[in-house]
């Protein structure tokens, strides 16, 4: 007979009996005198002792006690419909591929409706915490946890940020049957992906607009969460269940001052560029400068240099005298700023007297702030990098893009939160730009491929 | 501990790797002392009045020749002294949602001339009975920058200095996969050590070394697949093991040079670091329970020739680490005893099971019979069981004690 418990993340199989226990998935731990796997290798583990009709008894499952009871009817449209159905025809893994602003979340909770068993929602950031935990309200009888930015609940429907199911991966990993992973594509990074290969969950959700990754991981989420089992685009969707949108740049110049400044800045990082005889354009180069930057007094300068002209390209004073005639002609209308810095969207808050949404806002009003947005109560918000992912914010429909990255993920998810289905508006999303500087190119990178028509 | 882009290292030989630890001589307890004195100097000013200071004082500080992340290592470490202002900043909110409102009502969220915005303010300031300018303060009261700092915890510079050192060496831990440490220790710190061990859910494996024990420390998974994610709980039980009367670590580390990653080596003494460390900090002896101190006492009392001593060298049974709570010593005679005021019947056996394996050593069980009825067979003749009921009879020990 052999024996399953979980212990730490991982499952350690013991025998009575001198059983021969090398079997696939198992390593012998001489630390504990028994064998171990991975939790996340249980569902594999039960089949084959299954299929071999090798006897054992389970105590790796220790579910959060309590029940669920469905109070309002979730009226799925017809592709969440066909994504769930997806999903539970591959055994209840794999993930569902939607553009933001169509409703993904509705994907999970019909998952959950479906298999009504303990669950777990990772999400990458505590806006997305806050609404999962609304949502789920809205929806069900039962009781439901937070975990992270100061919450610490375990219930019966936890929902837990990256960072904090990383940190306790090793206590939660046999409490839940489902995990349904928000924005999936953070999970491969190398910390967060022990989420899923530390947990025994047998049923795995994963959800997001972007799973592709420029790093590659990508590859890992089939054996983390399963294939993708379901796939819509933008280009799809556009006009039917998404705003029609347009996008709208303006450029800009740097003030004299500004521009004096800016010239002297590139000049001194560009001498030390050419010094060591290194091109100003591959991201190699830059990270060649970076570590030198570590010992080199010069090359720290030229860095301090370099960061200085990006700061003053992206937060060019010209940029509000944009921002405020867009402002002006869109009265009225629901409207969202970004900033790449928060020192930026603190200023135009502060000037214009706009509810700021940061990572640098008490937690408090940031929670009344999307409250009161949502409600329309207030009409115009100004964020740096908080809402870019996921968040429902039902009704804006120009976005003004002050500065960003060149990340074209940031971008298609800042296009998502403008997209939301809207009565006689069109979408507008606004780039304001600052000419004859590396900003341009920032621009360009962010959004080529949506000019070349790969987009979803 | 810090974030890894303070770390300072130095590489020797392209193989081993050490933290670039400071040293306590007069340059670095000027530094030190400098910025312990801005920090306490702070209290009961705005946060945004810190950092500028220390913006100027960071600037002027490179051009003396400080490495800028030594400066900021140390900021890091004070900036966790400093207790901050927290208080009226749920009022703060709802006058600034009151704010935000307003401009959202008169002006449909779109102030874009500066009556405008005199006018919301003069509206509060109206509606609370506040002028506009306590208003604009209390607008801006919930940013950090603006924060009042209420406190500094205190430090010596050379104390600062040391934190700053062990700081680094667990920044340089949090990439190791495995660490490797000898110790030559007492029972009652390896108990702290195994209790740590525990609590910070790793393992180990134990071997006899030519100073004591041997330990091979990581985690559950880490015989699955080597990974850095125990790294930072074996930095977190450093200080634990810096109480031993002597110690050796070894880590293999993995360190980008060059825009590669590399392993390498990490070896550190006692004698090597003692003088760039905290001072290590022994607790006093505290018992687990009534049950051992009383014993303890009496036996002190009573015990003739045989003498008593707490918490004893570990013993290694396996590759495990068994410390008994005393041993008993008479001549060349010794015997260990151990207390089992809590146990299962399940548990009971696998110590046992465990115990037996300790051929070479004389050892009494006591075990508190009033928790339950258990029979015990099969016993090796070097294992003595006796029961008690609640309080351990001195008399009962001796008796065993003389069967060996």
């Known amino acids: 007979m052999l024996e399953l418990t979980y212990s730490a993340g991982t499952i350690i199989v013991r025998s009575d009996q001198n059983f021969d226990l090398s079997l696939p998935f198992l390593t012998y731990d001489p630390r504990v005198d028994a064998y171990r796997c991975y939790a996340c290798k249980y569902g594999e583990l039960i089949k084959y002792l299954e299929k071999k009709k090798i006897s054992y008894t389970d105590n790796v499952i220790k579910p959060i006690e309590g029940n669920i009871v469905q109070k309002k009817d979730l009226s799925l449209k017809e592709y969440q419909e066909e994504a769930l159905e997806a999903w539970l025809l591959n055994d209840k893994k794999g993930i569902v591929v939607l553009p933001t602003g169509t409703g993904k979340t509705f994907v999970g909770l019909a998952a959950i409706s479906n298999v009504r068993a303990p669950t777990l929602i990772v999400v990458p950031t505590l806006e997305l915490m806050d609404q999962w935990y609304w949502r789920v309200k809205e929806f069900f009888d039962v009781s439901i946890g937070r975990f992270g930015g100061g919450y610490k609940e375990i219930e019966y429907i936890t929902i837990i940020t990256y960072d904090s199911a990383y940190i306790n991966a090793e206590q939660i990993g046999n409490k839940f049957e489902l995990m349904i992973f928000d924005e999936v594509h953070h999970l491969p990074s190398e910390g967060f992906r022990q989420i899923a290969l530390l947990s025994a969950s047998p049923y795995r959700l994963g959800l997001t607009a972007t799973p592709e990754r420029e790093d590659g991981l990508h590859d890992l989420l089939p054996s983390l969460v399963g294939d993708i089992v379901y796939r819509r685009s933008v280009i799809e969707m556009k006009g039917k269940y998404l705003a029609p949108f347009e996008i709208v740049r303006y450029y800009v110049d740097l003030n004299d001052e500004e521009r004096k400044r800016y010239e002297e800045l590139r000049k001194k990082f560009k001498k030390f560029f050419d010094e060591l005889g290194i091109k100003l354009d591959s991201l190699e180069d830059f990270y060649q400068m970076i570590l030198k930057s570590g010992k080199d007094r010069k090359a720290r300068e030229a860095l301090i240099a370099w960061n200085e002209a990006r700061k003053l390209a992206l937060n060019a004073s010209n940029k509000l005298n944009v921002l405020e005639r867009i402002l002006e002609k869109h009265k009225g209308e629901r409207i969202l700023i970004f900033t790449e810095y928060n020192s930026f969207a603190r200023l135009i808050s502060k000037k214009y007297l706009i509810p700021e949404v940061t990572y640098r806002t008490p937690e408090k009003e940031r929670i009344i702030t999307m409250e009161r947005f949502r409600k329309g109560i207030y009409n115009v918000l100004v964020t740096s990098k908080v809402l870019e992912e996921g968040i429902d914010v039902p009704s804006a429909n120009v976005g003004i893009i002050l500065s960003g990255s060149g990340s074209k993920r940031e971008f298609i998810q800042r296009l998502g939160r403008i997209l939301r289905p809207m009565k006689d508006k069109n979408a507008i999303l606004y780039e304001i730009v600052t000419r004859n500087t590396s900003e341009v190119n920032v621009s360009y990178r962010r959004r080529r491929e949506l000019l070349t028509g790969f987009f979803d | ?404």
Not at chain 2, 102 to 118: C, D, F, R, T, V
Not at chain 2, 161 to 170: E, T, W
């Open chain 2, 1 to 404: 501990m810090l974030t890894s882009d303070l770390l300072r290292v130095k590489i020797i030989k392209n193989e081993h790797i050490r933290p670039l630890f400071v040293e306590m001589n007069e340059e670095n307890l000027f530094l030190a002392d400098t910025l312990i004195d801005l920090y306490r100097s702070s209290i009961s000013k705005k946060v945004s009045d810190l950092e500028d200071k220390l913006k100027e004082i960071e600037y002027n500080a490179e051009s003396l020749g400080y490495d800028f992340k030594l400066f900021r290592g140390l900021k890091s470490l004070l900036d966790r002294r400093l207790i901050i202002e927290e208080n009226q900043e749920s009022d703060a909110i709802k006058i600034r949602a009151m704010i935000f409102e307003l401009a959202n009502q008169h002006y449909e969220g779109i102030i874009l001339k500066e009556e405008e915005k005199e006018k919301i303010f003069s509206l509060v300031s109206q509606r609370l009975g506040k002028s506009p300018d306590e208003i604009k303060e209390i607008f801006n009261s919930v940013y950090e920058e603006e924060k009042k700092i209420k406190d500094f915890l205190n430090i010596s510079p050379e104390e600062l200095l040391r934190q700053y050192n062990l700081s680094l060496l667990q920044t340089l831990v949090f990439k190791c996969r495995k660490l490797f440490v000898d110790l030559e220790v007492g029972g009652h710190e390896m108990r702290n050590i195994l209790w740590m061990i525990k609590k910070l859910n790793l393992l180990f494996l134990a071997e006899k070394s030519y100073t004591g024990l041997n330990l091979a420390i990581d985690g559950p998974a880490s015989i699955i697949k080597q990974t850095e994610r125990y790294g930072t709980r074996i930095a977190k039980l450093l200080p634990h093991l810096f109480k031993a009367k002597n110690w050796h670590i070894r880590a293999y580390v993995a360190y980008k040079i060059r825009n590669k990653k590399k392993i390498f080596k990490l070896e550190l003494s006692k004698q090597e670091a003692q003088n760039f460390l905290p001072h290590a900090i022994n607790e006093k002896i505290e018992y687990d329970s009534y049950i051992e101190e009383d014993f303890s006492k009496k036996f002190y009392s009573v015990g003739g020739e045989w003498q008593i001593i707490r918490e004893p060298e570990p013993i290694l049974i396996g590759r495990d680490i068994f410390i008994p709570d005393f041993v008993l010593i008479k001549q060349d005679k010794k015997v260990y005893l151990e207390i089992m005021g809590f146990w299962s019947e399940d548990y009971i056996k696998r110590k046992i099971e465990k115990l037996k394996k300790l051929s070479n050593i004389n050892l009494i069980l006591a075990i508190d019979s009033s928790l339950g009825n258990i029979e015990i067979n099969n016993l090796s003749s070097n294992i003595y069981i006796v029961k008690y009921n609640k309080k351990i009879l001195i008399a009962d020990i001796i008796k065993a004690l003389n069967k060996f």
